[in-house]
């Protein structure tokens, strides 16, 4: 469920694709300034939009080089503080509990390779739920709900789809002043939403080869791409509306870019059945 979140390239400045280019790193470097190097894995689009929006906008942004342990190379990094700290903890324990879900659900391989995953994150997982385990229980929570309710086609798709979307919800912070905590909700939760379908409608083909169940398979009399479609352009005008409640910051310029364009991009590149997980950014870069 991880990687769709994700801006245009193409239509960034060159300002803000610097910027973005640095807030991902930035999580990187906090996820292994926090949890050590095999954490890093974790690390996804999704959780760049997350640090991004919840980052307080009277703040001008920090960046400093550091070294990438990966390609040895220097990189700006960005640094949120501690929104990039909340990010990078709740990236650990959606992982986590996704990794146990892969385990549930695949064919030995991905299973094996998905336990042998678990066990190296376990200590990361146990000091991130520690710290803020009220997202840890909403995790476990609805993605138990979730689990229950996928294989029965009697469930509507929304239905399925709103499990994921409240856990979203509840990435927000306690501390949040409460209007803007209605605005993130409202945004989160239709990101959510769109995020939960388009994997679902993004995994059919494997799903069906593998003998998997899918939400969308389970219930392919009742839905079309034109109702898929409809539906996700109605969580995305209203997660759009919901951004524009907020205040003008650094990084508004991104998040516009990836709700009104790289959303649908990815809706589109799903349908259309040219989804590519890890787009390169240019002849010698790219971001997982």
């Known amino acids: 469920m ?35 190097l095999l954490p890093r894995g974790v690390l996804a689009y999704d959780f760049v939009f997350l640090t991004l929006l919840l980052t307080d906008g009277s703040i001008a942004p920090k960046t400093a080089m550091k070294r990438c342990p990966l390609s040895f190379k220097r990189r700006r990094c960005l640094d949120c503080g501690a929104t990039s700290d909340y990010a990078a903890a709740l990236g650990v324990i959606l992982a986590y509990h996704k990794l146990r879900d892969d385990i549930a659900d695949e064919k030995f391989a991905k299973r094996t390779a998905a336990r042998l995953y678990a066990l190296t994150l376990r200590r990361a ?20 709900e979730l689990s229950r309710i996928e294989t029965d086609a009697s469930q509507p798709l929304d239905a399925l789809a709103d499990c994921f979307a409240r856990l979203l919800t ?16 409202t945004l989160l939760y239709h990101v959510g939403r769109f995020v939960y379908i388009i994997d679902a409608r993004d ?4 799903d069906t080869a593998n003998h998997r169940p899918n939400a969308i398979t389970a219930r392919q009399s009742r839905i079309d791409d034109a109702r898929l479609g409809a539906t996700l352009t109605n969580s995305l005008n209203i997660a759009g509306s919901a951004l524009e409640l907020l205040p003008e910051t650094e ?29 390169r950014l240019g002849k010698r870069e790219r971001l997982r």
């Open 2 to 36: 991880f990687g769709y979140v994700r801006p245009h390239y193409p239509e960034l400045r060159v300002r803000e694709l610097e910027l973005y280019r640095a807030a991902y790193c930035g999580l990187c470097d906090t996820i292994g300034r926090r949890f050590g």
């Open 125 to 144: 997982y146990t000091r991130a739920a520690t710290e803020y385990p009220a997202f840890d229980d909403a995790a476990r929570t609805c993605l138990s």
């Open 170 to 185: 509840a990435a927000v912070p306690e501390s949040t002043e409460p209007s803007r905590k209605r605005i993130f909700e």
């Open 203 to 206: 995994d059919v083909a494997s």
């Open 251 to 279: 990084y508004s310029g991104i998040l516009r870019n990836i709700l009104y364009l790289g959303l649908p991009a990815v809706q589109s590149a799903v349908f259309d059945g040219t989804f590519d997980k890890t787009p």
